[in-house]
């Protein structure tokens, strides 16, 4: 209503964003882009946006960044609560309720579309959760603006079986597909193993965008703003006080 | 009852940034060379300057098929002025054409955004630069496009054009050289192309000066 007056409410910052996750052999892999967009603009050439959920499950969020922080920060405690309460390791399917059910609740405002994977006692897991709170269970997923140019990998690449090496090539493909197909996603590729063993983070895996050019004889910048006018004012002066005046009253 | 709004736009952005920097005796202009539309890229290698006079070359950023059509109409013009002068249009005579050609269309205008880059009469470098209706003016150095807001506050601190209003009436010609101002376009666009998304791939950079017109490129972050 407000922007039919012309008032435009602040844009957030989204994360454009190309994430996927696969099921290989051994486990789960999951992986990033590391570009933050506040509409066209980049805010943040290389954010995290693989978030620690417990130590066996880890969750990419793409939407508002804020959203995605703070329903896994959130999702992340609880979890680590529920430990303590029953002594076991956390489950995929339980950060899974939990967010779905917190996703539900606040009807689609909460916008976070998530990938969330892990190992537990049940065997790997992979998931999507969606902003309104609908989730799927799939052997591989992206989301992200640049889900498309991911799946477009995926579908063309994917198998059953994969090793660890295979999996993790073919995770940096999809999301370098999303990085220089889409403009929403960009910078570096992040990657997270997932086995019952344990976990490897690997954090900026693949640099594939360099700066292209820093100019060998740098720039200089004036040191101090340009003064153009100086005008001092005197203030009023003091006033004088007189010993001994009358009292003030009480 | 709110008035219905139209479901349909006649114009779309296809992004990008076009700088120009006159010299003492050169002009830079210089534009990436990226086609995108939403967050789509639609090629890599698509050129936004264009040649229309002998000393006289136009960068334009905006709606891509109106760039087209625009510089169209003003390669017909030119051809026309040729015929009826015998000689090539010199900068500020194209200045002024394409001024009022984006005017014509006042009330449906070309969605292009425009630097106008070259030699006038006498030799010296000379940039014009443009809204998208016409309005236009004789500057030192300008920027257009996705990348403008990134561009000009790094060129008005290196550069610091003098004002127009000022007496004596100061040159607006930066005193660079012109292997420093292609450095300067060169840093420029690679840190444009960190930030913006629509800007990045590779940049055409075309220099004219008393030999003629010449052309080079740069990659850029394809990202």
Known sequence: ?250 | MVKQQANWSPYDNNGGSCVAIAGADYCVIAADTRMSTGYNILTREYSKICKLADKCVMASSGFQADVKALQKQLAARHLIYQHQHNKQMSCPAMAQLLSNTLYYKRFFPYYSFNVLGGLDNEGKGCVFTYDAVGSYEKVGYSSQGSGSTLITPFLDNQLKSPSPLLLPVQDAVTPLVEAEAIDLVKTVFASASERDIYTGDKIEIVVVNATGIRREYMELRKD
């Open chain 1, 1 to 250: 209503m407000l922007a039919n007056k012309g008032v435009n409410p602040p844009s957030f910052r989204k994360t454009g964003t190309t994430i996927v996750g696969l099921i290989f052999q051994d486990g789960v892999i999951l992986g990033a882009d590391t570009r933050a967009t506040e509409g066209p603009i980049v805010c943040d050439k290389n954010c995290e946006k693989i978030h620690y959920m417990a130590p066996n499950i880890y969750c990419c969020g793409a939407g508002t960044a804020a959203d995605t922080e703070a329903v896994t920060d959130m999702v992340s405690s609880q979890l680590q609560l529920h430990r303590y309460h029953t002594g076991r390791e956390s489950r995929v399917v339980t950060a899974l309720t939990l967010l779905k059910r917190h996703l539900f609740n606040y009807q689609g405002y909460v916008s976070a579309a998530l990938v969330l994977g892990g190992v537990d006692v049940t065997g790997p897991h992979l998931h999507t959760i969606y902003p309104h709170g609908s989730t799927d269970t799939l052997p591989f997923a992206t989301m992200g603006s640049g889900s498309l140019a991911a799946m477009a990998v995926f579908e063309s690449k994917y198998k059953e079986g994969l090793t660890r090496n295979e999996g993790i090539e073919l995770v940096t493909e999809a999301i370098c597909s999303g990085i220089f197909n889409d403009l929403g996603s960009g910078s570096n590729v992040d990657v997270c193993v997932i086995t019952k063993g344990g976990k490897e983070y690997l954090r900026n895996h693949l640099q594939p965008n360099p700066r292209t050019y820093t100019s060998s004889k740098g720039y200089s910048f004036p040191k101090k703003t340009e003064v153009l006018l100086t005008k001092i004012i005197p203030l009023k002066e003091k006033v004088e006080i007189i010993e001994g005046g009358d009292a003030m009253e009480e």
